[in-house]
């Protein structure tokens, strides 16, 4: 039986979104295994136990980065929108702080009223340039 046009439309987003989730695993597998094999042996859990203990580092003292940005894709995965600016008119960004960012940006998502346009996580302050994750989870760079 052949497939109409929109049945064809259909089966190419879903390819399309099979693509993006294997994508976004495949990174965040990554990411763990980053933070598995991070500066400590005990792994992430480690490393943030350790860094309790220490004192936040100076700007002499803290790793130098790097000057490429982290690869960030275009559109929100979730959102579908934007992932950086120019933003439409009248929005505004607010740039907050939490523990769990992941977490945090699931809770922007569910508000209601459509008022957030697009969610993203990292790390602010700090003195090293576009820091790693397992940079920033080494204590030295200054970023919180």
């Known amino acids: 039986q052949a497939l109409n046009q929109e049945q064809v439309e259909a089966l190419k987003k879903a390819v399309v979104r099979k ?17 598995r094999s991070g500066p400590t042996s005990g792994g992430i859990f480690a490393i943030m136990k350790e860094q309790m203990r220490n004192r936040i580092v100076s700007p002499d003292e803290a790793l130098r980065g790097r000057d490429d940005k982290m690869d960030v894709s275009k559109y929100h995965y979730i959102l579908h929108n934007p992932m950086e ?27 209601p009223g459509g008022g957030v346009y697009s969610t993203a996580v990292g790390f602010a302050a700090g003195y090293s340039r576009n820091p790693t994750y ?11």
Request: include cysteine; glycine fraction near 12%; aromatic fraction near 10%.
């Open 19 to 35: 693509k993006k989730v294997e994508e976004i695993n495949e990174r965040i597998s990554r990411v763990m295994e980053e933070a």
């Open 85 to 111: 600016g120019p933003w439409p008119p009248g929005l505004k960004v607010v740039v907050m702080a939490s523990g769990c960012f992941w977490g945090s940006e699931k809770g922007f998502w569910r508000l």
């Open 134 to 144: 397992n940079e920033v989870c080494s204590g030295r760079t200054g970023a919180t």
